[in-house]
């Protein structure tokens, strides 16, 4: 087994699910609570996880997790999590079951109302320590299984955003066995986010070498890998090395995202899958962002996705088509009188001003429009 | 000022030492022990440090940190730092100074003998939260203003090792400005153990894809700027990215060293220069290590240093040319007698356990025999 000790702990191999009760053990869990949803449970994947524990057919289950994880969702784990007495989270799933069991950890160590400790009122500073949670991901992409943020709808209908190095889970259990059978449209949409996150974070002017460098890496590796773990569900070696591309690129995050997460929030909250919107966009991102990049930061870029300097968007097109993404929103189901709402939206998000070229509401309805058909 | 937030808070910029009091705000430190040796001091360097802040001027201070730090000189600032009613270290100084500060900040957290904290008997475990330490680098090269290790020679003359993510200093304030005025000695055999690092890291066969991406981008940084920075005082920003290169160097050495340093150990025991040691040391290693190396990895490292794959070690042995190395271990003052023992003590430490080929003791006195002269 290859142990990395990182930002986050992570056990990556085929067949590291063995190393829960190790893992376990380590953090002094006894009675942990499996968080899941009813897709990962019925295709097989929760058992497949369970099977390889000694006791994990006895930890109670919570497998109510929603596509788009709630703080109500969140607040119903952790009511079962305190009536079953258990003692921290087996988060067994995608970036949802993992944002919801983040959700319910710091409740239950923060006796304020969790809207107060929202990224956009200062929450980085007051969130403190919360429950272990030990994260195994089903699908490759959101990377939250190592990351500091968790994004959770609030009663409001906001996409509530929480950030703390304490939300980073105690350790990532990354098995690529356990994304074999979730379906290719939500393998693409779901990989094609990472690839998201390490370019527009490679492309974000903050300085910082270590992140670019594994942006890069991570870059190479994910165009690579991404069309042959979607199109061949047997081609083991390439979910391995998604796995690991979806890690780097969540560490290079750290650096700031761009123009095509800016504008996926929007059309998030319409409840579409966000990973599927990024690659979409991401073409029209690149074209609006690429010429405020330095001639030495793209062609660095154009190597690692293996093209020349000015087909980068292009290249990200012929992707998108290769592993089946929708050619455009509409055929997501956006509407088109909401381009121009979407564009207000996605120039106020954090990522416009961490974006290597910031856009106005104007330029952000013109890339959706764009990107429309 | 660029803020990187990695393993380790870093401000690292011309003019950071201006930061000091807002980071001494941030943890709360009103009243911080200054950390420093004499010739850091007489060179003017502190003077340059305590100017930039509000209060220095009054900060006590400790500047009798050893040129290969001791427990005895940690336990001597901790009296000073007990009688003083300190809350905290400022470390103004190279890897000695920092380590000799991470000593005390260790032993007053642990009301334990010093010695049952060292690494070999399973400290990594058992070390706690320490005081907190803001580190001012004033050399670059060993990167321990980010590491998670301290060397400290035990009353025995034992050099003791300890590991821990709390011995990493709260904030590391890294200002090239304070690198100006080192010898070019210092300079060349502080930032030859830098490349070290990354070069050893590097071909550790540890999986582990990010340091693998920081190590290369911190070579490929290193080969460029060291020269540049050794020999022309004025060249502020090969001073900068050598501090960068350092930075990355030490980031990517948690996947584990090599033969340079297993071999540098015995020699460090002597009282020599560690870092002009590892540099030295590193072509006759790397000769013997590279034939255990994969193609495509030595050919990555060859691109890094920008040479062909099969010039690698003599590419270095220039690179020590070009910056003033001695030209081996003879120069140095190491005596020819005491090269089998020092095969012996190389081949039995951890480094040659993590190196890409595992080296006898008769290995290892062949590779000081062949960097003898």
Redesign the interface.
Known sequence: M?L????ARIQ?ESGSRKLIDAEAGRLGLKRPMVVTDHGVAGAGVLDLVLSATAQGADWPQFRDVPPNPTVAASEALLALYREQNCDGFLAVGGGSVIDCAKGAALMLTHDVPITELLARRGGLDRIGPIAPIIAVPTISGTGTEIGRGAGLTLADGEKGVFLSHHLIPRVAICDPDLTKSAPARLKAGSGIDALGHAIEAYLSP?????????A??AIA?LVDCLPRAVLDAEDGEARFELM?GT??AA?SM?KGLGAAHALSMPFDDLGLHHGTLVGVLMPEALRFVLPAVSDERRTRLAAALRCDGDAIPATLADLNRRIGLPAGLAAMGVPEDSLERAGVVAAATPFNHSAARAGSAEDYTAMARAAFN
């Open positions: 290859a990395i000790q990182y930002f990556i903050a300085f910082n070498p270590p992140a670019d460098a594994i890069l890496d590796r690991m890690l780097e560490m750290w």
